[in-house]
């Protein structure tokens, strides 16, 4: 039997996984965001930025809703644990890529370091990249909620890049 076999038959939603998925991912937004708010009036505001830096309000949106989404597809994949082995690798890895969105925003607004910023994005890329894979062993539904965070770190690594280059 494999994860795609198994996709359907396991659909019964377990309210403590669940909570427990959604704290870890909000509460890393929200201490992230502890470094990121302080310099956006300030610091950031200064900054030199390319003509395609979305309006400020629209990043806590964002992230918010991909939380959601990275929170969800943990979710899934907790619930599926037991079907394949490996899930001791498979959380690694989403750990590894939740420190490194954490990291970023220490790096970046706490500490202005845009181009080391540039290169813990670019990490962080790379591991969303893993986590996709690793949680499609799973979940087919959990590899696709995690592409729209691939997009947006995409955009945002380009973003990180063209502000680098600007500064």
Not at 47 to 62: C, I, M
Not at 96 to 107: E, P
Request: glycine letters at 4%; one cysteine or more.
């Amino acid at each position: 039997m494999t994860a795609s076999d198994t996709i359907y038959s396991d659909r019964k939603f377990r309210l403590w996984p669940f909570l427990v998925s959604l704290v870890i991912t909000l509460a890393i937004g929200v201490v992230a965001s502890l470094f990121t708010r302080p310099e956006i009036p300030g610091w950031y505001r200064f900054l030199h930025k390319p003509s395609f830096n979305p309006p400020d309000w629209l990043f806590p949106l964002v992230w918010t809703i991909l939380y959601v989404l990275i929170a969800i597809a943990a979710y899934w994949v907790w619930v599926r644990r037991n079907k394949l082995g490996g899930f001791g690798t498979t959380c690694g890895i989403y750990f590894i890529q939740l420190a490194l969105n954490f990291s970023w925003s220490i790096v970046f607004f706490g500490m202005h370091l845009i181009a080391t910023a540039l290169v813990v994005i670019m990490l962080l890329w790379i591991s969303i990249i893993f986590n996709i894979i690793r949680f499609a062993k799973y979940d087919s539904l959990a590899a696709w909620l995690l592409v729209p965070y691939l997009l947006w770190v995409s955009f945002a690594t380009i973003l990180n890049y063209a502000i680098y280059r600007l500064n």
